[in-house]
């Protein structure tokens, strides 16, 4: 048995200690948001936060994870400033297209911006080159990282 | 809506409400805010769908079935405009469904705006004008005095006024127009005027639903293995390893015997089942293909017969005759596509009935299959279309379907099976590799009097849909920047060389002929512009003269990107000029290389004139991401076979462009246009090699004719240089 804290919630999920946390929050929890790219860590995709850093999920087994507290995009705080400037900047410039990839890239910019206030084009390609983009939106997330950062102030 | 199609729709919603089919209902919010997010609805019937892309019900709610997939390239968002522009309603207002079977087209080829910008705003228009019909009826005045906007009807001179779902019912009695009058474009409020996405909120919020996040009650998840040759079979399986394994069900063969399946409680159960099952494959005729078999046989095809479509004069005698001829060589690789979301497909089959949960670009193909292999009437099959995380052609493929629906007859359970990174690289089908050699016969100033172009390589068509194979044996996607180009010639001369690549499945991609096919010609003709000493600019100008719209994209890029002012120092610049899926896009890259393996893409600057915009903010955000998606393909990408398997397989072998190797700036510009609309979605990828190519030939003073651009190959030659 393993016992995690997502999103405020406790859970109690019987798994092997070796089982990623992305399969316990999308096939045990249900929380979906939470997406699959490449099970090693390359992609960006799962990226939840672990005590409010950005974390891969298909690499973090449960065992590791201890009484760290996990948020997934569904468990952002829309009342925070920069979830909700980060959030609403994303709709403002229309960044998605498939939009498979975002919710990771959601979770790593709010990461970014609740570490590095304002961050210039180098610390935002260095934060987000971990999170890729099939369709190529990474122009309008640098532009909607700006534009968060200039809002959540 | 025919009234069979009626009450298909009706029952349908009975299976899905009542019994082991129940979906995703329980996730959706309330109408209202499900109009607002993008969350897809399924079969709300309606007393007045007077097509299949509109219903309305009494209370309402308007539904706008939309005939093409949502898989990023902004159609939903787009279709809806189309259809709100004439039927008179604001896009807020609307609920989306993908259409079902039957009434979905199929998305790709960067079609769908062509295909339905009459269609859909014809099926706005008649709907509105029986619905003001109704309402004038029931007030008893002329419908030329009645308004409509944002779904209500207002007769101006009495200030009554009706919505839509208040009049549903009567006009559904009512004829339809067969021709209505559509809007002038100088009327659009909608059209060519950017909206925002309608499926922002729902992606940002991480509650679409793609394939791989459906949750049928019930269901268990399976990962595949199918043999890692094409053509290979099962030899020997022992379970018991597997089912050892905590939380796995099954291990699933197919009847082929060519995949097996772990069933776990969740994943991770299934993929380690399926990394303890002992496994063995007899590797068939395929398992001596390597890269080199497949490019030593399209270069063997340079020479030989070949298929001559369209020639127009006698390019050969007038090359012949001319005062110098150039030839080169190019070629390409095949590659995966890729998606962020890795294949997947949920089946759960009935005796009675099938429900199929996916993303697919072929809906109807995907229907049929279940229908097939579950050997159940189509009429039993029920697809839920879902969001695509990233289609690129790939969805076009539904072999995943078949093979899903293979094991999921074998169980009493909804089952989902998911595909690992490794099994969606390797198991792809891809797009094929291509030698093409071109030759120009040249006049004293180095311009071309001929063209002669051999292209060899698969005809992705003859086994996609085989009736398009031409009698001859031509598959007309290869015209595309080879026959179909900005250019005039005097006599040209295309051929084909049919060489279908061996132990591969090659298929469609993000564009094949306009991708493939641009990056020869731009290439071919910069190396032309080069050897006469011409501006690379001025000479595309010169062949191009005949084409005004042509021109125009390139004289605009020439003065966007400051072609005629000086490189900054270090930098280097390449030009490309397109016609491909009925849209012209002139394009510069600037780009600098610290060294040889390293590019630097500072800027790149596009000109397009796609005819009438539809979503201006939408098809800029096409090009953008199509440039992207093309530059990881031109620089890193080709997939490789030893001994028939293919040696990709995730993101470390597989090499995606990342933020921080994207442009720091992509400034792209719509002419304005009110030519019918062009296509998109594939016109920024198929620029991408091109201009790319020609800005390091520039920099770098020696031109790469393969790709991927940063392969090994090219590196090597580099060292010794």
Not at chain 2, 88 to 99: C, F, I, S, T, Y
Not at chain 2, 129 to 134: D, E, G, P, R
Not at chain 2, 273 to 297: F, K
Not at chain 2, 532 to 552: F, I, M, S, T, W
Request: with cysteine.
């Amino acid at each position: 048995m393993q016992t995690l804290r997502v999103n405020g919630q406790t859970h109690t999920v019987d798994v092997d200690p070796d089982t990623p946390l992305l399969w316990v929050l999308r096939d045990i929890i249900g929380l979906d948001g939470t997406k699959f790219g490449c099970g090693i860590a390359q992609c960006g995709v799962c990226t939840v936060h672990l005590d409010g850093r950005p974390v891969r999920a298909c690499a973090l087994q449960v065992s590791q994870i201890g009484d760290g507290a996990i948020t997934t995009i569904e468990g952002l705080d829309d009342a925070d400033p920069i979830v909700h400037a980060v959030k609403k900047a994303w709709i403002d410039l229309d960044v998605v297209q498939c939009g498979y990839c975002q919710p990771g890239q959601v979770m790593a910019a709010v990461g970014l911006l609740k570490t590095v206030k304002n961050p210039t084009d180098d610390q935002i390609d260095s934060a987000m080159s971990g999170n890729m983009c099939r369709c190529g939106t990474y122009m309008r997330i640098r532009k909607a990282i700006h534009l968060a950062a200039g809002e959540a102030v | 809506m025919t009234r069979a199609e009626k009450n298909l729709h009706t029952g349908r919603r009975g299976i899905l409400l009542g019994g082991g089919g129940l979906l995703l209902a329980t996730l959706w919010p309330a109408a209202s805010s499900r109009a607002a997010t993008g969350m897809l609805v399924e079969d709300a019937p309606a007393p007045f769908a007077p097509n299949t892309y509109i219903r309305i019900t009494p209370d309402n709610r308007i539904t706008l079935i939309l005939p093409n997939i949502e898989m990023g390239q902004g159609i939903y968002t787009s279709s809806v405009m189309l259809i709100a522009e004439e039927l008179g309603v604001d896009l807020a207002q609307v609920e989306m469904e993908a259409a079902p079977p039957g009434s979905a087209e199929i998305t790709g080829g960067s079609m769908s705006i062509m295909t339905e910008w009459m269609p859909l705003r014809q099926a706005g228009a008649a709907a509105r004008t029986v619905l003001v019909q109704a309402a004038a009826t029931r007030w008893g005045v002329g419908p030329e005095s009645c308004a409509v906007g944002s779904g209500i009807i207002t007769h101006a001179p009495s200030g009554r006024t009706l919505t839509f779902g208040d009049v549903a019912v009567d006009a559904s009695k009512l004829p339809l127009p067969k021709e209505p009058p559509l809007k002038a474009a100088t009327d659009y409020r909608l059209i060519g005027k950017p909206q925002h996405r309608l499926d922002s909120a729902v992606k940002v919020e991480g509650a679409a639903v793609f394939g791989i996040d459906v949750r049928v009650p019930g269901q268990k998840i399976g990962t595949v293995a199918a043999c890692p040759v094409v053509g290979g079979t099962l030899r020997g399986l022992n379970r018991d390893a597997a089912m050892a394994v905590r939380g796995v069900v099954a291990v699933l063969v197919t009847d082929a015997k060519d995949a097996v399946c772990v069933v776990g409680e969740h994943y991770w159960a299934a993929r380690k089942g399926l990394q303890a099952l002992r496994v063995e494959w007899n590797v068939g005729p395929n398992g001596d293909v390597n890269t080199r078999t497949i490019y030593d046989q399209l270069h063997e095809g340079l020479k030989g017969p070949a298929i001559v479509p369209s020639p127009k004069g006698d390019a050969e005698s007038a090359i012949a005759k001319s005062h110098a001829s150039y030839s080169a060589i190019y070629q390409q690789p095949l590659l995966a596509h890729a998606p962020m979301e890795p294949i997947n497909c949920t089946a759960h089959v009935r005796p009675d009935g099938c429900d199929v949960w996916t993303g697919t670009q072929v809906a109807d193909r995907a229907r049929d299959t279940a229908s097939e292999i579950t050997g159940l009437p189509k009429e039993k099959i029920t697809l839920h279309s879902q969001y695509i995380g990233g289609g690129f052609g790939r969805r076009l493929e539904h072999e995943y379907v078949t093979q899903c629906l293979h094991f999921a007859k074998q169980v009493n359970y909804p089952l989902k099976i998911v595909w690992s990174r490794e099994e969606d690289i390797t198991r792809d089908r891809y797009r094929p590799a291509y030698v093409d050699e071109v030759t120009a016969g040249l006049n004293e100033k180095g311009r071309v009097t001929a063209i002669k172009h051999r292209v060899v390589g698969p005809a992705v068509v003859a086994r996609w849909d085989p009736p398009e194979l031409t009698k001859e044996g031509y598959d007309e996607d290869l015209s595309v920047a080879t026959l179909v180009t900005p250019y005039s010639y005097d006599a040209y001369r295309l051929e084909f060389a049919r060489r279908e690549a061996p132990g591969v499945i090659t298929a469609w991609w993000r564009g094949v002929g306009g991708t493939r096919g641009l990056f020869v010609v731009e290439g071919f003709i910069d190396e032309l512009a080069e050897r006469a000493g011409v501006d690379k600019v001025a000479y595309r100008r010169e062949l191009a003269k005949a084409n005004p719209r042509a021109v125009a994209v390139l004289d605009q890029v020439a003065k966007d990107a400051g072609w005629d002012t000086p490189v900054p120092n270090g930098r280097a610049r390449g030009v490309a000029l397109q016609f491909a899926f009925g849209s012209y896009m002139a394009s510069i890259a600037e780009i600098e290389m610290p060294a040889p393996d390293t590019v630097l893409i500072h800027r790149v600057t596009a000109v397009v004139d796609c005819g009438q915009v539809v979503n201006p903010d939408q098809v800029i955000s096409q090009i953008e991401g199509g440039l992207i998606f093309g530059f990881s393909a031109a620089l890193y990408n080709e997939i490789t076979l030893e001994n028939g398997r293919v040696q990709e397989s995730n993101f470390n072998t597989w090499r995606v462009m990342r933020m921080n190797e994207a442009p720091r700036r992509i400034d792209v510009r719509l002419m304005d246009s009110r030519e019918d609309p062009g296509g998109i979605g594939e016109v920024g990828t198929a620029a991408a090699a091109p201009v790319l190519a020609n800005a390091m030939a520039a920099a770098q003073g020696h031109r790469y004719r393969t790709l991927p651009l940063l392969s090994p190959r090219n590196l090597e030659k580099e060292a010794v240089r």
